[in-house]
Nanobody
Framework: QVQLVESGGGLVQAGGSLKLSCVASGNTFNNRAMAWFRQPPGQDREFLSAINWSGGKTYYADSVKGRFTISRENAKNTLYLQMDSLRPEDTAIYYC????????????????WGQGTQVTVSS
């Protein structure tokens, strides 16, 4: 059973930056697509970004395009999300997720989830 553990969340002022990490247990990370989602207070979980198994293809939601950067380091079983120019509306619990495939096909394919890390952006 794969476990995903996020870290790097915290409190930051608007305009600041944070870098989230997600470490995966086991030996499946290297051949699975990965993604980041978030759930703002009182709202549904939303897709942010995804990356294929090799890191060669990335995808972003319009709300974070140009501000967030997804990357992965397969040798360390680690997924990253660099978040710049943060806004108060970025406040949410951030989750990483693992797909059942090595490429990004649909958000429904991300079936393994971490416990989340809180990001709070103050104005």
């Amino acid at each position: 059973q794969v476990q995903l553990v996020e870290s790097g969340g915290g409190l930051v002022q608007a305009g600041g930056s944070l870098k989230l990490s997600c470490v995966a247990s086991g030996n499946t990370f290297n051949n699975r697509a990965m993604a980041w989602f978030r759930q703002p207070p009182g709202q549904d979980r939303e897709f942010l970004s995804a990356i294929n198994w090799s890191g060669g293809k990335t995808y972003y939601a319009d709300s974070v395009k140009g501000r967030f950067t997804i990357s992965r380091e397969n040798a360390k079983n680690t997924l990253y999300l660099q978040m710049d120019s943060l806004r108060p509306e970025d406040t949410a619990i951030y989750y990483c997720a693992m797909s059942t495939y090595n490429t990004v096909v649909a958000t429904e394919d991300f079936e393994t989830w971490g416990q989340g890390t809180q990001v709070t952006v103050s104005s």
